[in-house]
């Protein structure tokens, strides 16, 4: 069982910055494919950013490209989300996922890819 703790979130400004941190509880952080996923209000659930378990493939949103950045720390058991250039359409709670299992393609915006989440971290944008 892994559990991911998300910190980082909080009440920006558009156009601020917010860098979000997903900490994970095991010894094996390298085996595990990473995503970021959010949900707005009334919303569903809804792919952001993704990295492969080595951090050699990453994947975005085209709601974000160019304004996210995903990156991992394996040594650390963290993955990040940068977020700059932030717009009031951000605004959701975000959430971190892993992924164990290989599958014979990577879809990485797949939500039902991923084996564990985290509770969420609230991100506000106001205008």
């Known amino acids: 069982q892994v559990q991911l703790v998300e910190s980082g979130g909080g009440l920006v400004q558009a156009g601020g910055s917010l860098r979000l941190s997903c900490a994970a509880s095991?010894?094996?952080?390298?085996?595990?494919?990473m995503g970021w996923f959010r949900q707005a209000p009334g919303k569903g659930r809804e792919s952001v950013a993704a990295i492969s378990r080595s951090g050699g493939r990453t994947y975005y949103a085209d709601s974000v490209k160019g304004r996210f950045t995903i990156s991992r720390d394996n040594a650390k058991n963290t993955v990040y989300l940068q977020m700059i250039s932030l717009k009031p359409e951000d605004t959701a709670v975000y959430y971190c996922a892993a992924n164990s299992v290989h599958y014979a393609s990577w879809d990485p915006h797949v939500s039902s890819r991923y084996d564990y989440w985290g509770q969420g971290t609230q991100v506000t944008v106001s205008s």
């Open positions: 095991t010894r094996t952080f390298s085996a595990y494919d």
